[in-house]
């Protein structure tokens, strides 16, 4: 399963670092059993393109219980006619497949925690097949690669929570583009924003920011009329 081999992983980092204590491991090793259980993702078979406007997949993190803010998220578009689905991030290569047979003019890929590492890696391997990825949205990805070229555009809400984030684990990190790539790329620190900053945010709650939620919403819905960037 991958969520318990990423969460091994992890484990191994924090054993063999100086930074952390067995009490983080201890504390780690719990969340792990309980990841064995998964908020089950969308059905892959019925993913179709957008009718009218973008294409929208969403990819909850770990064991999904603590993205829940994307389902909200994906109902909100939903409302606004906007077609949304919900994964978890261990679908992500089944994702490629799906979206690479229906190559939808329009793709916008949002992720949380892990879900905005592999929503990455999902559009770089869309990247292997020439096909492009219009927005990318993340919240606080935890160990995410360069962004590929094939995204036009990328904006990422994080907390930075200062010497924590050296450990590779409930975090949020910016995003950097590979060395040359101009395109469009914004790292939006949440405590550099008070008008995003809610009480008592954490990596387990910021998808769930409903003052987020309303710029994400505006962007995606903008795309509907031919996704002017601003």
Same mark, same amino acid.
């Given at each position: 399963?991958?969520?318990?081999?990423?969460?091994?992983?992890?484990?191994?980092?924090?054993?063999?670092?100086?930074?952390?204590?067995?009490?983080?491991?201890?504390?780690?090793?719990?969340?792990?059993?309980?990841?064995?259980?998964?908020?089950?993702?969308?059905?892959?078979?019925?993913?179709?393109?957008?009718?009218?406007?973008?294409?929208?997949?969403?990819?909850?993190?770990?064991?999904?219980?603590?993205?829940?803010?994307?389902?909200?998220?994906?109902?909100?578009?939903?409302?606004?006619?906007?077609?949304?689905?919900?994964?978890?991030? !261990?679908?992500?290569?089944?994702?490629? #497949?799906?979206?690479? =047979? %229906? @190559?939808?003019?329009? &793709?916008?890929?949002?992720?949380?925690?892990?879900?905005?590492?592999?929503?990455?890696?999902?559009?770089?391997?869309?990247?292997?097949?020439?096909?492009?990825?219009?927005?990318?949205?993340?919240?606080?990805?935890?160990?995410?690669?360069?962004?590929?070229?094939?995204?036009?555009?990328?904006?990422?809400?994080?907390?930075?929570?200062?010497?924590?984030?050296?450990?590779?684990?409930?975090?949020?990190?910016?995003?950097?583009?590979?060395?040359?790539?101009?395109?469009?790329?914004?790292?939006?620190?949440?405590?550099?924003?008070?008008?995003?900053?809610?009480? !008592?945010?954490?990596?387990?709650?910021? #998808?769930?920011?409903? =003052? %987020? @939620?309303?710029?994400? &919403?505006?962007?995606?819905?903008?795309?509907?009329?031919?996704?002017?960037?601003?």
């Amino acid at each position: 399963m991958t969520q318990v081999r990423r969460s091994i992983d992890t484990l191994e980092f924090l054993a063999s670092s100086r930074l952390a204590g067995w009490a983080a491991v201890g504390l780690l090793a719990t969340a792990m059993l309980i990841g064995c259980q998964t908020v089950p993702g969308a059905d892959i078979r019925a993913l179709s393109e957008g009718h009218d406007g973008p294409t929208v997949v969403l990819l909850r993190g770990w064991t999904g219980e603590f993205s829940r803010g994307l389902d909200t998220l994906a109902d909100e578009l939903l409302a606004r006619g906007v077609s949304a689905r919900v994964y978890q991030f !261990d679908q992500w290569t089944e994702l490629a #497949e799906r979206l690479l =047979a %229906i @190559h939808p003019q329009c &793709l916008v890929l949002v992720g949380h925690s892990f879900g905005s590492d592999d929503a990455i890696r999902l559009s770089r391997r869309l990247g292997e097949e020439s096909m492009a990825v219009r927005l990318l949205v993340t919240f606080d990805p935890v160990t995410p690669p360069a962004v590929p070229p094939n995204v036009a555009e990328a904006i990422n809400y994080y907390q930075s929570n200062g010497v924590r984030d050296l450990l590779p684990w409930w975090r949020g990190v910016a995003l950097s583009r590979r060395q040359g790539d101009l395109k469009l790329l914004a790292n939006i620190d949440v405590r550099s924003r008070p008008d995003l900053l809610e009480p !008592d945010t954490n990596h387990a709650n910021i #998808e769930k920011n409903a =003052a %987020i @939620h309303r710029l994400v &919403l505006a962007r995606i819905v903008g795309l509907r009329g031919g996704g002017e960037r601003r």
